[in-house]
C-alpha cells in the first residue's frame, strides 16, 4: 500500500484504501471505478456539487441527504453510495476528490498501468478516443489507462501528462509561444 501521509491527502488515502479492500472483496474494484469518474466529472461540470462538499455550514444530516440523493440519481452502485454516506456523516465530504484519485491510483497501481491524464478542449468522440489511445500504446505500452477531462480554456488541442512527463500540444500553448516570440522579435 501506499505510504501513509498526513493531513487530507493521508486521510484521502485512507478511505481510498478502505473502500477499495471492500470493493475488492465483493469484486466490484471496476464498477466503484466507473462510479468515481462519474462522481468526478459531475464535481468538474458543477461549482455548486464542490460547494455542498466543502460547505461547513451544511450539517451531517443535510451533506448526507443531498450526497444520497445526488448518488441515487446518477445510478451509482450501493458500495458507493453507502461510501458515500459514511464520508458525509464523518463530515469528510471536503476529500472527496481526493479519495476518487487515490482509489484510481491504487486501481491502476494494482494492475500495472501507467495513468494518461489527457486535457482536451471539446469532449472526444468515439472514433478520437480510440485513435487517442491507441498512439499512447504505442508509445507507452499495451497497460494504458487513459483518463480524459475537458478543459474549454485550452481552445484546442490537448495536454498529455504521463507521471512526470507533461506534452503541451494545446491552442493555448502556442498561442502563448508565439506571443513571446513576436514580443522577443519586436
Not at 100 to 122: C, D, F, M, P, S
Not at 153 to 165: D, E, N
Amino acid at each position: 500500500m501506499a505510504s501513509e501521509g498526513t493531513g487530507a491527502s493521508g486521510l484521502a488515502e485512507r478511505y481510498a484504501a478502505a473502500l477499495f479492500d471492500l470493493a475488492d472483496e465483493r469484486r466490484a474494484l471496476d464498477a466503484v471505478a466507473g462510479d468515481l469518474r462519474e462522481l468526478r466529472a459531475m464535481l468538474a461540470g458543477s461549482a455548486d456539487l464542490v460547494r455542498l462538499l466543502r460547505s461547513p455550514v451544511l450539517s451531517r444530516a443535510e451533506q448526507g441527504k443531498a450526497v444520497a440523493a445526488l448518488a441515487a440519481h446518477a445510478g451509482l452502485s450501493d458500495l458507493t453510495r453507502d461510501f458515500l454516506g459514511v464520508v458525509a456523516k464523518n463530515r469528510r465530504l471536503f476529500a472527496v476528490p481526493e479519495m476518487i484519485e487515490a482509489y484510481l491510483k491504487q486501481l491502476a497501481e494494482r494492475r500495472g498501468e501507467v495513468t494518461a491524464e489527457v486535457t482536451v478542449a471539446q469532449p472526444l468522440d468515439e472514433q478520437r478516443q480510440s485513435a487517442l489511445l491507441e498512439q499512447l500504446r504505442r508509445a507507452l505500452g499495451p497497460r494504458i489507462a487513459v483518463d480524459v477531462r475537458v478543459d474549454p480554456r485550452l481552445l484546442g488541442g490537448m495536454i498529455v501528462k504521463v507521471g512526470s512527463r507533461m506534452v503541451d500540444a494545446s491552442l493555448n500553448s502556442r498561442l502563448q509561444r508565439l506571443r513571446l516570440a513576436m514580443k522577443a522579435s519586436g
